[in-house]
């Protein structure tokens, strides 16, 4: 799947941080603020998903199903407070958005060896529930997260945004990752529907770039998605991304 260039005009949107992306290959191995790879929660965490793993790949492989599945999506979890992307943080939580379980893979790959960044790219997601749309008002997401992981000689992205509940309710096979090639999110559903379009690329950054990432939010869409004191205000019950136990079912 490649990635396209959006219609979307860039005038006035805040620069990306050209600091966050060093040449050093070995950068991408190192503990930052946000990808605290020494943490002992971000180690534990990664020692317990990747128990009998004898490669990169397959260690690859098993952390991203690891935060795929144990950590359900939530896109209504949006939050201004810094401590709540730090993986550390992220490894005990039950739900979050995509940036937050793109941190914490990025982060346990670094825990286990394999270098690791996050990636953005601008995405349209025809398959948001009614609730969603109407709230933000389109189906385009900007600054959608992702991971990059270095195996076998190169850079492999991998998304583990959705979990395999949810995929269920909107009729969309699972995504799954072999740690030897990319794992974006599906460009159509069972159907053969529109389900992802990715529009464009915003980069890869060897830690999350937090204060970026929260001014195109706001550039995007003004308070919807941020309070003025930091927390999401997009809140209430949806049950197309509720947990099970939640749904009545």
């Known amino acids: 799947?490649?990635?396209?260039?959006?219609?979307l005009s860039t005038i006035g949107e805040p620069a990306p941080p050209a600091h966050l992306q060093p040449e050093d290959l070995d950068a991408y191995l190192q503990p930052t603020e946000f990808l605290d790879a020494d943490h002992p929660a971000v180690?534990?965490?990664?020692?317990?998903?990747?128990?009998?793993?004898?490669?990169?790949?397959?260690?690859?492989?098993l952390l991203f199903r690891a935060v795929r599945d144990g950590i359900r999506y939530d896109p209504y979890s949006v939050s201004g407070n810094p401590a709540d992307y730090r993986a550390s943080h992220i490894a005990g939580v039950g739900a979050a958005y995509c940036v937050p379980k793109a941190v914490l893979l990025g982060a346990s790959a670094r825990a286990v060896g394999i270098p690791a960044r996050v990636g953005f790219a601008d995405v349209r997601?025809?398959?948001?529930?009614?609730?969603?749309?109407?709230?933000?008002?389109?189906d385009l997401f900007v600054c959608h997260g992702f991971t990059e992981l270095y195996v076998g000689g190169r850079w492999l992205k991998a998304t583990p945004t959705f979990n395999v509940e949810l995929c269920e309710r909107f009729g969309v096979?699972?995504?799954?990752?072999?740690?030897?090639?990319?794992?974006?999110?599906?460009?159509?559903?069972?159907r053969g529907g529109r389900h992802m379009e990715y529009v464009r690329s915003r980069g890869a950054?060897?830690?999350l770039p937090l204060d970026w990432l929260l001014a195109m939010l706001r550039h995007y869409y003004g308070d919807m998605l941020l309070s003025p004191g930091g927390g999401s205000v997009v809140q209430g019950t949806d049950s197309m991304f509720a947990p099970e136990s939640a749904r009545g079912v």
């Open 43 to 61: 180690v534990a965490y990664a020692e317990r998903a990747t128990v009998g793993a004898t490669g990169d790949a397959e260690r690859a492989s």
């Open 1 to 7: 799947m490649t990635v396209s260039e959006s219609p």
């Open 205 to 207: 950054f060897v830690d």
């Open 125 to 138: 997601n025809h398959l948001q529930s009614d609730r969603l749309r109407a709230q933000m008002g389109t």
């Open 173 to 190: 096979a699972p995504l799954d990752f072999d740690g030897t090639t990319d794992a974006l999110l599906h460009e159509h559903d069972a």
